[in-house]
């Protein structure tokens, strides 16, 4: 089984599995964040991982999400609901 080694912020030098670990990739970039909660004192964890990081991380099995740093916000969505139910022609919404 391959094993990650990282460190807890509480316990130090710890070993994780690839189970153990999510991967948050930005789009079009090569790096992002990962996620792991820490097996022996259970505090959920997040840290920076670099190309090389991530490289290694995918290789051992991580599975990875693609995470928009800048998502779409609950108003704007309700703002384009509102606006689609206004507009008595909604591709003119979308033409601009
Ligand atoms: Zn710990």
């Known amino acids: 089984m391959t094993t990650i080694k990282t460190t ?3 316990c130090g030098g710890i070993k994780l ?3 153990d670990v999510a991967l948050e990739l930005r789009p079009g970039r090569r ?3 990962y996620r792991f909660r820490c097996p022996t004192c ?3 964890q997040r840290k920076p991982a670099n190309p ?3 490289r290694v991380l995918l290789a051992t099995g ?5 995470v928009n740093p800048d998502p779409i916000t609950e108003i704007e ?4 609901a509102v606006a689609l139910e206004e507009e008595s022609d909604p591709m ?3 033409t601009g």
Request: charged share 30%.
């Open 8 to 10: 807890c912020i509480r």
């Open 17 to 19: 599995t690839p189970d």
């Open 31 to 33: 790096e992002g964040d």
């Open 42 to 44: 259970d505090v959920p």
């Open 52 to 54: 090389r990081v991530v």
């Open 62 to 66: 991580v599975t990875f999400d693609v």
């Open 77 to 80: 969505i309700t703002a384009f």
């Open 92 to 94: 003119r919404l979308l």
